[in-house]
């Protein structure tokens, strides 16, 4: 065995270079992770919203309405799904769905009261009182061999919660169809 | 029977007792042998391959159409069943001398199917969600059958597949345990150039130019993407390259020394582009760029020339 190790110890260290990355990397992550002090703030997001200008939820006196614009009859946006609204709470992982007021089209704008959420305060403000802002951890650094043996970018196609150099990831947080509403207060 | 060729047959048979031949080398030989004496061999090769294609293609064909209308259970079996019958066939062929050759066709056949076959269960049965991981463990036993086989029958088609399989399986972990992209190229690329430079010193050394292609391709690409980033030191990108070149003079790769050499010229240009450009006009920029290929495409060529050609 240990004649073998010897003879072939350049491929050995070869094969397990990239091991080694993988080990320290997964334990600088987890280090990370442990090290970040989840914010007191719930977040308030929407999933498959993309191209929506019927459908929106936006703050109003620090609370959560849903808004809805008719559209002028020669609008090329014809999106008239309702988006998937979650609150997650960093500090228990809780992601909660919630679910909004289903109405007829109508010629008139509206905005409703979320009623699950009107005992709830908000602030649309890009930074939570704690200093996190909802941001994606996508970064281009693509090449050959990402593009070859890579999978497909999981991990980098997905919105955090950020301070300093810790992150909390947010779960179900598409890259390309994620928006920010509002923090709770 | 007459006796001339009963003698001819005990002839043979003590031949055989008396240099350890089997029956199957026997058989072997004669098939070789009135292949070689077929005229037209080329077409009947051409034939056969353009035959394949179409059966394989029909196959193909045929299952598309009828996908919709087949269960779950028939689905896996028509993708999956194909592959592992390749492999089992290709392992039966390596243990026998007449159809060697036929093992590495269907060691590739086998090497797209499992995959395949594979992926179409964890669609039909499992409801994770997560393609990322379903791909990790598919090629990750993947490289484990091929790699394990290899072990046992010495086959380079095995190394080769099981190689690929295991970079697959590896470079996603590496993606999901956050390894930056740049640093997962030149892992990645380091790894394979090793792996390329020790299997070429092996007698599988055949399949050392396509991963001394990969790997170099790989390294130095992340390595330019690393060193683009940092203002002002994207001139170390050249020490970079120039070492590549004689990396592959010291190991005796022409394919490497393609690659580094082709990564130099295109460096050369990035260069050029970036910094002389807007100073004396980019005609003046040409020309010099023009002259620097030269010169290196000359130095290319002499120390392709001290590399020597491989069997």
């Known amino acids: 065995m240990k004649a073998f190790l010897k003879e072939n110890s350049v491929l050995i260290a070869g094969i397990t270079l990239p091991l080694i990355l993988t080990a320290i990397f997964f334990a600088l992550t987890q280090m990370q992770i442990k090290n970040v002090t989840p914010p007191n703030h719930s977040i308030l997001y929407a999933t498959n919203n993309n191209y929506n200008h019927y459908y929106k939820v936006i703050i109003k006196d620090e609370h959560a309405y849903l808004s809805i614009v008719p559209l002028p009859k020669n609008s090329h946006h014809r999106n008239y799904k309702l988006p998937d609204v979650y609150l997650f709470d960093p500090r228990s992982g809780e992601n909660k769905q919630i679910q909004l007021p289903v109405k007829e089209q109508n010629k008139e704008r509206q905005e409703i009261l979320i009623d699950e959420l009107k005992n709830i305060k908000f602030s649309a403000h890009a930074q939570s009182p704690d200093g996190f802002t909802f941001t994606s951890n996508y970064k281009r650094n693509s090449n050959l061999m990402t593009e070859m043996f890579g999978g497909g970018y999981r991990s980098r196609y997905s919105y955090v919660l950020k301070k300093g150099n810790g992150t909390i990831e947010v779960p179900n947080a598409a890259r390309y169809n994620t928006q920010f509403i509002a923090w709770t207060l | ?311």
């Open chain 2, 1 to 311: 029977m007459d006796a001339s060729k009963q003698d001819a047959l005990t002839q043979i048979i003590t031949l055989a007792k008396e240099h350890d031949i089997s029956i199957d080398e026997i058989g072997a030989q004669i098939v070789n042998k009135s292949l070689e004496n077929k005229d037209g061999k080329w077409l009947t090769k051409l034939l056969g391959y353009l035959g394949g294609a179409f059966i394989f293609g029909g196959l193909g064909l045929l299952t598309a159409m009828i996908w919709d209308d087949l269960t779950s259970a028939t689905r896996v079996l028509i993708s999956y069943g194909p592959g592992i019958i390749a492999f089992i066939l290709g392992i039966m062929t390596v243990k026998d001398t007449r159809y060697e050759k036929a093992s590495t066709g269907l060691f590739m056949t086998s090497s797209v199917l499992l995959p395949t076959g594979m992926f179409v269960f964890l669609n039909e049965y499992s409801d994770g969600g997560d393609a990322q991981l379903a791909a990790m463990v598919v090629f990750g036993i993947l490289a484990l059958q091929f790699l394990l086989t290899f072990s046992a029958l010495k086959r380079t088609s095995l190394l080769f597949f099981g190689f690929l399989f295991w970079n697959s399986a590896l470079g996603i972990l590496m993606e999901r345990a956050y390894v930056p992209g740049e640093l997962v190229g030149i892992g990645l690329g380091l790894s394979i150039l090793i792996f390329a430079f020790n299997v070429d010193k092996t007698k599988h050394r055949a399949i050392s130019p396509f991963y001394y292609f990969i790997g170099g391709m790989g390294f130095l690409w992340a390595m330019f993407d690393i060193i683009e980033d940092i203002s002002g030191l994207d001139i170390l990108y050249l020490p970079v390259t120039i070492f590549m070149m004689m990396a592959s003079v010291r190991v005796q790769s022409r394919t490497l020394l393609l690659v580094s050499t082709f990564s130099l010229l295109g460096y050369l240009g990035y260069f050029t582009n970036e910094y002389f450009a807007d100073v004396t006009g980019w005609p003046v920029a040409l020309i010099i760029l023009g002259f620097l290929l030269i010169g290196i495409s000359a130095q290319a060529v002499k120390l392709g020339q001290k590399i020597p050609k491989k069997a």
